[in-house]
């Protein structure tokens, strides 16, 4: 559903009231407007500048993508390569107004932040995933451990048949479906997917978030 409908919908089933639903206009306007600007710079990026590589230090990685597009696959050696703007800061790496393909090796760590930015790709191992009027798409592993906070964002988890997970995920003017039988309680979703030894828990606001067969 787009967004500025489902905020409609909202305040006229009583969800939001008149001033939270001016509000989340007025964001989504603001999102609009970034993402003519993230065009604009993605058509400079075309030219050649800004392309690099970057190896990891580890399988360890945190990592924000800001109005950037990052597609996650698998490799035996961590590393980013990007074209656009990407800046390490401590233990952080940046995205912004660029693509990058992220490597990483099964059983790795990814801190994940997303705001105004798109992901998608294969991920087996521990996810902590931040999104704010984002996009995600990931295949993730049998067993993967992950959370996941979404605001105003889309994110579809991707599973293959014989996964096994604990899903607990609450929800606050937030959408939760799945292909798998769950349990739906006032504000919160949970059940268990074939051995339960993986785990899907978070909250999500005023987004979606579907798990859904590969």
């Not at 009231?17 to 989504?28: G, Q």
């Not at 899907?200 to 978030?209: D, K, P, S, W």
Request: aromatic share 6%; hydrophobic share 40%; glycine share 10%.
């Amino acid at each position: 559903m787009n967004e500025k409908l489902r905020v409609l919908k909202m305040l006229e089933e009583g969800r939001i009231n008149a001033d939270e639903a001016e509000r989340l206009l007025h964001a989504l306007d603001r999102k609009s407007i970034k993402s003519r600007i993230t065009e604009s710079l993605m058509h400079l990026l075309n030219f050649g500048a800004w392309t690099g590589e970057m190896e990891l230090e580890s399988s360890s990685v945190s990592l924000l993508v800001s109005m950037g597009d990052l597609e996650i696959k698998k490799g035996e050696v961590p590393r980013i390569v990007y074209s656009g703007w990407v800046r390490k800061r401590g233990e952080r790496i940046i995205l912004r107004f660029g693509d990058a393909t992220l490597e990483l090796p099964p059983g790795s760590s990814l801190d994940l932040e997303v705001s105004m930015g798109d992901v998608k790709g294969e991920f087996d191992g521990r996810l902590n995933l931040l999104v704010s009027m984002g996009d995600c798409n990931l295949s993730l592993g049998r067993a993967s451990e992950v959370y996941v906070e979404n605001s105003m964002g889309d994110v579809i988890f991707k599973l293959p048949e014989d996964a096994g997970y604990e899903v607990d995920v609450f929800l606050s003017m937030g959408e939760v479906s799945s292909e798998w039988e769950l349990e739906e309680k006032v504000h919160r979703i949970r059940g268990v997917i074939g051995d339960g030894k993986g785990k899907i828990e978070g909250r999500v606001n005023m987004g979606n978030l579907e798990i859904k067969r590969r």
